[in-house]
């Protein structure tokens, strides 16, 4: 009898066994696809790491966080520096003084900010949508040209039936710094991250395509605690109803030149472009190999924004009051099975960056297992 038997391998159910195994207790993981990681999984192809559930950029403020998982891998100095493409015009993101320059020739801070106070005017009183908060934050120029389009492409939905609320605030920069993040630590785990999960999980048994819920009771026969990382409404098979999520689809592509767009992210922020963006994966590693070679060829995913449906991949939750007071709900039912933890960002249904799910089973684990290094 297994001690543990955790579902998933993301980041979530991969620490959690890490964590058990290193307390001296047994586990087994079980993971419903033909391979560990999660949705950080990459997979190699012509010599550059694919991002296959959509980009991902480690970034933490956390000193906690950035010492253990560097303990797994070791990071690239990359730094997230987006461009946005708005009609064959390219801007810097976050909204910066090349930004600025670049929409109103504008030279110095003073005179960016003096341009951003006058057309955030234009709003009067509270906003009432998100089209009125995005005005009243940083000026119609740059809604028009850096947000709209792409917000209305995020959420299938014209940004004046937006509420306020989903912009609370928008960075702005008055320097001329192009690293998205505002992040002590940031960068890519070298070799990739599915290295990065196997080195989690070496020495632990893992079954791969094992749905836990279709095998649930010669499972659970099999360890004394279940950690499950799989999406919570799922566990109860649905009864109270589904919990709702935005999806992505991603176009995934070989092109036989080496270089595509010259950056790692391009956001198309027009509304006519039907994708959000597109990832250019050989620039998180600078478009070169493990050996310091250039890559002939490069891949690019251009990705767009999609309503969910039950059975596809969860993305985003959405949450919005009815998938929250539906969360609570089920979050109830979750706390009276007293074998089960549920966690990750299925388990809990909450949108988690990557150091932020690290962090939470860390802290689970400090709790069941008390002794974390
Ligand atoms: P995750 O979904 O990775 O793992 C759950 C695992 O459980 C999966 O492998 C699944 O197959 C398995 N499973 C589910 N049901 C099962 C069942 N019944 N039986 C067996 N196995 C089952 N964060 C960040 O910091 N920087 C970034 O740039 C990004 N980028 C990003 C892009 C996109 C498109 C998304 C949606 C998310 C991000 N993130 C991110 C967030 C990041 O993906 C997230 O923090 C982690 O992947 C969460 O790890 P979990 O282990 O919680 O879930």
Known sequence: ???????????????????????????????KRPNIAGNVYTEKREGIQVHRYGAHIFHTNNKKVWDYITGFAEFNRFTNSPVANYKGELYSLPFNMYTFNKMW?????????????????????????????????????????????????????????????????????????????????????????????????????????????????????????????????????????????????????????????????VNYTDKETPWTRIIEHKWFEFGKDENGEELPKTIISREYSSEWKPGEEPYYPVNNEKNVALYARYKEMAEKENKVIFGGRLGEYKYYDMDQVILAALERCEKEFNQIK
């Open 105 to 265: 020739g504008v030279v110095t801070p003073e005179e960016a900010q003096a341009k951003i106070e006058e057309q955030r005017k234009e709003i009067i009183g509270e906003p009432k949508n998100l089209e009125e908060q995005a005005i009243s934050l940083v000026g119609r120029d740059i809604y028009e040209k850096l947000i709209k389009g792409y917000t209305e492409k995020q959420w299938g939905r014209d940004c004046k039936d937006l509420p306020a609320f989903i912009i609370k605030r928008l960075p702005v920069r008055l320097t001329f710094d192009n690293n998205y993040f505002n992040a002590l630590y940031q960068g890519i785990p070298m070799g990739g991250y599915t290295k990065m999960v196997e080195n989690l999980l070496e020495g632990i048994e893992v079954r791969l395509n094992t749905d836990y819920l279709e095998n649930k009771k010669e499972l659970d026969a099999l360890a004394k605690k279940v950690v499950y990382t799989g999406p919570i409404d799922a566990y109860f098979d649905y009864e109270l109803g589904y919990l709702e999520y935005r999806s992505v689809r991603f176009e995934t592509e070989t092109l036989d030149k080496p270089n595509f767009q010259g950056n790692a992210a």
């Open 1 to 31: 009898m297994y001690d543990y038997l955790v579902v998933g391998s993301g980041l979530y159910g991969a620490i959690f066994a890490h964590e058990a195994k290193a307390s001296g207790k047994s586990v087994l993981v079980v993971e």
